[in-house]
Every structure is written in structure tokens, then in C-alpha cells.
């Protein structure tokens, strides 16, 4: 942590990074279940320490403008308060195989303590019955292209949603993006087949078809999806943040998957993965 903020020019935050995810890998090691991660993410002129475990427990938060130590004491232990006092913004980030807990490190830390915040969407309410509703079969999914996506999609909508909070006046478009992410992640949930994924990948299969009911403006949002992670890349790469902007193998993928959903919207028949050119997928699956 220490050799990171040298490495970007933020030697000014060293003390508090230190300090703060001292005390959050400590929790996270008496409190949390594996597997657990430390990173540096968001901008060099904003840089946010993440610690990530594998409990998905939603932590509650002091409320009010004034905090009781004890509850703090109760809740999480010394360790985020402690983080409240050194950071410009801190919060809980909740997913659904774990949760991250954050902070944007101060240049000094304090007396006192910044209020933090959970996001992150709990379970998807139960979709109903579209009268308008059409099967899709996206065939020959490469699981691992499919697994990468996924990854991909967590990470930038974690890092827009978390910049947005923490630094909205300095990054209008990372409110846009999360704003957009919110309005499309509905449908994302239900849409796209993960819960047959999972059955693939416990079988231990590298491909698998996917068989997909939706109504036809589910898959007319999926198809904005494309747009945005276009969107997306050309943000991460103007902003200069530490996190990547998708390759060229992982848009190709991608751009495949979800336009799926468009032309056979339209009408179209499916086009399976292994029928594309092979200059379009070699790399992606390899």
C-alpha cells in the first residue's frame, strides 16, 4: 500500500492508506470469510482503497451526524471507526458473492468522524409475466470469455458507482454511467442467462448453449448495454483511472454476446460463437 501511493505521487496519503486498511484487513480477517484482497482503485488525483471479503452480510451503519463509539464498537469493531477518521469518504460496498469495504484516504486523519455509506443492489424482485415475451438462444458461449465479462461488468460498475458518491462534481460521467448502470441492471439480472452459466461451470464444461425467455424490451435494454460499455472504455481511459478499459478480445466478446440478444430481437437466427470468423475470437478464448 505504502509503495502504491509513492508510485502514483501520493506520498501525502501514505499515513492514513496505511493506517485505514491496516485496520480493515484486520476486521476482515476476525470478522469476514475468504477469499480476501486488498487494491488501490479510482484516480491518482482520488485514489480509493478497497479490501474485499467473501461475506455478504450487509453491515449497518451508525446513523446521525454524531456517532456512539460503542456502537461503532458493536457493529464492526475498532477498526471502521478508526477508517471514518481518516478518510474523506468510506463505505460498503455490497455484491453478490461478497462485499467491499472502501476508503479514500485523507491527508491527515482526524477527530472527526466522516459518516459512510452501503450501496449495492439487493435481490432482484420476481419478474412478471410479459405477454410480449421471446426465446433467445445465444449458442456455443466460451465460459471463460463469459466468466471475464462478468468480472469486467462488476468492476466498472463498482468504480463508476463508488467515483460517482465520493467525487460526483469532479466526474459528471461517472454519475451518468451509474446512473445508467442502475436503470439497466434489472434486466441485466434476469436477462442474460448466469444462473445457466453456473450450472455449466459446476459441470466443468468450457462452452455451454444458453436458452433464454425475455420480453423484447429487456432485450432492446441489453442492447443499449453495447452503447454503454463503448461509453464506459472512453471514460476510463480519459480519466486516467487505475483500473483498465476492456481489451480489444474482451469487446469482441462482448459486442457477440449481447448482440445476440439484439438480432434475434430482430428476427435474425442465432449465430454461435465457434461460426464467427477466427480472426474475431481466436484470442478471446484463449
Known sequence: MVDTC???GRSDLVECAELGVSELVTNALLHASAPLSVRVRGTREHPRVEVRDGTT??????????????????TFGRGLSIVARCSTAWGVEVEEDGKVVWFVPAARSGETMVEGVVTGAGP??????SPDEMSIEILGVPLRSFIDFQRHYRELRREV??????????????????????????????????????EALHSGAATTDLHVVMPRATAA??????????????FCREERLLSLARTPDQQQFQRWFLGEFVRQRDGEAPLAWQDLPVSRRQNSIS
Do not use: W
Not at 432482484?124 to 409475466?129: I, K, S
Not at 441489453?222 to 472504455?233: T, Y
Open 57 to 74: 452480510e450487509l453491515p449497518v451503519l451508525p446513523g446521525g451526524e454524531t456517532h456512539d463509539e460503542d456502537d461503532l464498537l458493536l
Open 221 to 234: 435494454t441489453i442492447g443499449r448495454f453495447i452503447e454503454l460499455l463503448d461509453l464506459a472504455d472512453a
Open 161 to 198: 458507482r463508488l467515483l460517482a458518491l465520493a467525487h460526483e462534481a469532479e466526474y459528471p460521467l461517472a454519475k451518468d454511467l451509474s446512473d445508467l448502470f442502475g436503470r439497466l441492471e434489472h434486466d441485466l439480472r434476469d436477462g442474460i442467462g448466469a444462473g445457466q452459466i453456473e
Open 124 to 129: 432482484a424482485p420476481p419478474r412478471e409475466p
Open 6 to 8: 509513492h508510485d502514483i
